[in-house]
């Protein structure tokens, strides 16, 4: 009986290596503890011995890729008999069964020259679970990709596997092929798109008409599955009472001189952000789970979310922390100037560390932005307008500016969206405090 | 009330015999005779040859993660020889080669660092604390033991290693304060190998060694040469001794380097060069020892050849011993906590069961 070799826990709960080398090849007799390849993990580089004497029927693994633990990395042939006999055919006859085969070895010596990607470059969002659920996953031939997990943070719980084990629906049964290979590197480096199927053919209904998908349209769509994805979104609103803000800004707009920018809201409330996230720094950081990493940024670049004509671009403001809100009115006035021509390149749309997003310029109170991914936190302004509050037991109209700001859940706590809303408005209600910040 | 200066007479004493090149010092050699001598031999080799088979098996997936200990068997051979076996020794994780000698099975270390609890189970007649995973936890321990042997006027002694990391762990200090207040016979032995995991000794103390922390006690300290067993034993038996006199503790620092990485998970190379690990590689413990015994004539290559092939032998028949007892339980986790359960870990129990029972019946459909 052939048995297979898998690749064993090299660390503490690491669930893939990246193959660096293959020592040997199919058919070599090795003995025991003889090094069979070199893999890198999360942790560390490590060389594999072998496990056994014996003869390699099979190489299941080839330089470059990333195999999950619990994959076969080699098979070893019958003890004493010759896999000489081993026939390629039998090899070719698989691949065609196989919806995804690992790559002959023949194969995988051309894919090294085509560099496969990194195994840390990417968008993976693995998807979060426990080790048994995983191993009951794999042993199932279920993707975890395809359920939504109701635990905590999209985490699959056993009673999901479960659902899914008794062909329920509330989760999407994985539609991967049952034979699709445990040593799938494609599957954790790929963003997790549901697999919804193919569209229900409309015609049926009536008349439709199809257009390609314009390249900014499928950016924009990429952008905010990832961030969908990833990212755990939680939104919080309030209403900041800016009356003696509109009073300094109209006071300015009437008094200003000739070169003098007219100022808008949003120059002050760039202002107000920037110094709420001085105390908190989170809120302009990045969650590195790959590195197990925050990643706090020390400048201060926003986007600003502006619809075009060809549709919504994300452009950065720099620097915030060193302009004067003078200095971000006119960048202001620009960028407006741009975006009707459509006109930015792209390093203007690059290195943004927090976003805003002024839909109320168009109407409405609440909104729900979706983070401008890796970022982990986005506001969006609601249409600033006079309402009925009550000041001292009456009932006045003050105008009322909405905030929604959306944060990651995985980073943000639901508390510090609190403070860092409160902070904002704090700013924005008695604008002169903006006077006492460094 | 002037300000004078306290005259304090301290110093702390610094240890080798045996050099790099296997030349003795011989006003220093300890008298042992030619069994004795190749008794630690065998019983450094063994260390080796189980360290090494059991990183093997790591990569194998045969066992867990484990804290190899290559380059430090001088220091634990050497520190445990001088202990009987009324002593009693509270150890830290990476001395399988002192706790062999002590009397462990070799697959105890191999069920232990596979996560089964009969691998802590202490042997029958040995007086053996197990293993303590938690960096510093354990000298405490030791200088508790060490107060109640004074109390009851045995003439036993407590040994305790522990590695450089743990010297920054305030229950270490609070232990070395114990044990020099109460005049406790405990043995500190800091294993120090130059690493806290990635931190380096410089890093881990301003002190110029970690001998000297025990002068602030008011005990002596002193510094060893770790990879020279000889001054090892010698150092070792003067503090049991004194200890069993009644006259306190002792601070040893084995001054040795970790070879490996601090555990299977971890990478070295991503904080020490590789210059620095070949510079200790000609400093290796066993080179100079094996020149020793020949040029003492206690040993010919060939006895230390045969004495090779005995330990391999005797590791793969542990491993192999391992191996057929290694048969997961996973319910055992349940019971090493009460002697009876309470009525929620029982419902857990019975529910964790049905789980797997669950699960074993699917596996048979699928």
Same mark, same amino acid.
């Given at each position: ?438 | ?125 040995? #007086? @053996?604390?197990?293993?303590? *995973?938690? $960096? ?6 030791? /200088?508790?033991? &060490?107060? %109640? ?77 770790? #990879? @020279?067993?000889?001054?090892? *034993?010698? $150092? ?6 004194? /200890?069993?006199? &009644?006259? %306190? ?118």
């Amino acid at each position: 009986m052939s048995t297979d070799f898998k690749l064993p826990d090299l660390g503490e709960g690491i669930h893939e290596a990246q193959v660096i080398q293959v020592l040997i090849k199919e058919g070599d007799r090795v003995a025991s503890d003889q090094p069979l390849m070199e893999v890198e993990t999360d942790k560390a580089a490590v060389e594999i011995p072998s496990p056994q004497a014996g003869v390699i029927q099979k190489v299941h693994v080839a330089a470059g890729q990333t195999v999950n633990v619990g994959a076969a990395l080699v098979t070893f042939a019958d003890n004493g008999r010759s896999v000489a006999t081993a026939p390629v055919a039998a090899a070719v006859a698989q691949t065609a069964v196989i919806a995804q085969p690992p790559p002959p070895v023949a194969e995988a010596r051309t894919a090294v020259a085509a560099p496969m990607p990194p195994a840390r470059t990417g968008q993976p969002a693995k998807v979060a679970a426990s080790p048994a659920i995983r191993r009951q996953a794999r042993e199932n031939n279920i993707d975890l990709q395809s359920i939504n997990g109701s635990g905590p943070g999209g985490r699959v719980t056993h009673e999901d596997l479960e659902r899914v084990l008794a062909g329920g629906s509330a989760a999407t049964p994985a539609s991967v092929p049952a034979s699709r290979p445990e040593s799938g590197g494609a599957a954790s480096t790929s963003l997790p798109l549901p697999d919804v199927g193919e569209l229900p053919d409309f015609t049926k209904w009536g008349k439709v008409r199809r257009e390609p998908i314009p390249q900014i349209r499928k950016t924009i769509a990429n952008q905010m599955v990832r961030s969908e994805a990833v990212n755990v979104h939680v939104m919080h609103h309030d209403l900041a009472d800016i009356e003696m803000l509109e009073q300094l800004r109209k006071d300015h707009n009437a008094r200003k001189t000739e070169g003098d920018p007219k100022l808008t809201l949003l120059p002050f409330i760039i202002k107000a952000i920037f110094a709420a996230m001085k105390r908190y720094p989170k809120f302009n950081c990045s969650f590195d789970h790959l590195q197990n990493e925050i990643v706090y940024k020390e400048y201060f670049n926003f986007g600003i979310a502006v619809d075009t004509p060809r549709g919504l671009v994300v452009p950065v403001i720099r620097d915030i922390d060193r302009k004067s809100i003078r200095d971000l009115a006119r960048e202001l006035t620009a960028l407006g100037e741009k975006a009707r021509k459509a006109s930015f390149t792209i390093d203007e749309l690059r290195g943004g560390s927090f976003t805003i997003t002024n839909i109320g310029s168009l109407g409405g109170i609440v909104s729900t932005p979706i983070i401008n991914y890796p970022e982990v936190a986005i506001l969006g302004l609601g249409k600033a307008d006079y309402k009925a509050v009550v000041r001292e037991g009456k009932v006045v109209a003050r105008y009322m500016l909405p905030l929604n700001l959306s944060f990651d859940h995985r980073v943000i706590d639901g508390a510090d969206a609190a403070r860092f809303t409160g902070e904002i408005m704090g700013y924005l209600e008695v604008p002169g405090r903006l006077l006492l910040e460094d | 009330m002037p300000r004078r200066k306290l005259k304090l007479q301290h110093e702390v004493e610094e240890l080798s015999i045996l050099d790099v090149d296997g030349q003795v010092d011989t006003a220093l050699e300890p008298a042992l005779n030619h069994d004795e001598l190749l008794r630690i031999y065998r019983a450094m080799v063994l260390t080796r040859e189980l360290d090494d088979r059991m990183l093997k098996m790591q990569r194998q997936g045969r066992i867990g993660t484990f804290a190899p200990c290559r380059g430090q068997e001088a220091t634990q051979i050497g520190y445990i020889y001088p202990m009987q076996k009324e002593d009693w020794v509270v150890p830290s994780y990476r001395a399988p080669g002192a706790q062999i000698w002590r009397g462990w099975h070799l697959e105890q270390i191999l069920l232990f660092w596979n996560g089964y609890e009969e691998g802590a189970r202490t042997p029958e007649g040995v #007086n @053996d604390l197990p293993v303590a *995973i938690p $960096v510093g936890s354990h000298p405490i321990l030791a /200088a508790g033991i &060490g107060m %109640g042997m004074k109390l009851q006027g045995t003439k036993q002694v407590v040994l305790t290693a522990f590695g450089d990391g743990s010297t920054s762990e305030g229950d270490v200090l609070e232990a070395f304060n114990f044990a020099g207040v109460y005049q406790a016979p405990v043995v500190f032995v800091c294993e120090n190998n130059q690493y806290a995991i990635s931190l380096p000794r410089a890093k881990q103390t301003r002190a110029e060694t970690i001998a000297q922390k025990a002068l602030a006690f008011g005990y002596d300290g002193i510094k060893v040469d770790g #990879n @020279d067993v000889l001054a090892m *034993i010698v $150092v070792t038996t003067e503090a049991v001794n004194k /200890a069993r006199r &009644g006259d %306190g503790p002792t601070l040893i620092e084995a001054f040795t380097y970790r070879m490996q990485m601090h555990t299977t998970a971890d990478d070295p190379k991503k904080y020490r060069s590789d210059e620095e690990v070949k510079e200790w590689e000609k400093k290796c413990p066993l080179l100079r020892f094996e020149k020793y015994l020949i040029n003492k004539k206690a040993a010919d290559e060939k006895l230390l050849q045969e004495i090779h092939q005995d330990v391999i032998d005797e590791v793969q028949a542990g491993l192999e011993r391992f191996e057929k007892c290694c048969v997961p339980q996973p319910d055992k986790l349940f019971d090493y906590t009460y002697a009876q359960l309470t009525p929620e870990l029982q419902a857990q129990k019975e529910e964790f069961l049905a789980i797997l029972a669950q699960r074993d019946s699917r596996n048979r459909k699928h």
